[in-house]
């Protein structure tokens, strides 16, 4: 069975950090492009941050360039998600996404972060 399980999310002040989680299980973890989604209210889900197979590439949004940090562990089938520097317009659901060309891809349920003063 196909789970992807974030976690992590919170509420935190305007520069503040978060580490959001995402483990896996029930595929090939190393063989997939991880990546973080988010959603905020009445906004279509976009794009935050990806990170090749074995973790040598990774890719940023705009918007969070210099403040978040995508990683990975093969050991733990788990990706992350470092957020510094948060501000109010980080504020949304953020998800997991598990994608190999082909293929479908996996989403997680999801995890809030609300950046509120």
């Known amino acids: 069975q196909v789970q992807l399980v974030e976690s992590g999310g919170g509420l935190v002040q305007p520069g503040g950090s978060l580490r959001l989680s995402c483990a896996a299980s029930?595929?090939?973890?190393?063989?997939?492009?991880m990546s973080w989604y988010r959603q905020a209210p009445g906004k279509e889900r976009e794009l935050v941050a990806s990170?090749?197979?074995?973790?040598?590439?990774?890719n940023y949004a705009d918007s969070v360039k210099g403040r978040f940090t995508i990683s990975r562990d093969g050991a733990q089938n788990t990706v992350y998600l470092q957020m510094n520097s948060l501000k109010f317009e980080d504020t949304a659901i953020y998800y997991c996404k598990a994608h190999r060309d082909g293929e479908a891809s996996y989403w997680g349920q999801g995890t809030q972060v609300t950046v509120s003063s």
């Open positions: 990170i090749s197979t074995f973790g040598g590439i990774t």
């Open positions: 029930g595929f090939t973890f190393s063989n997939r492009v």
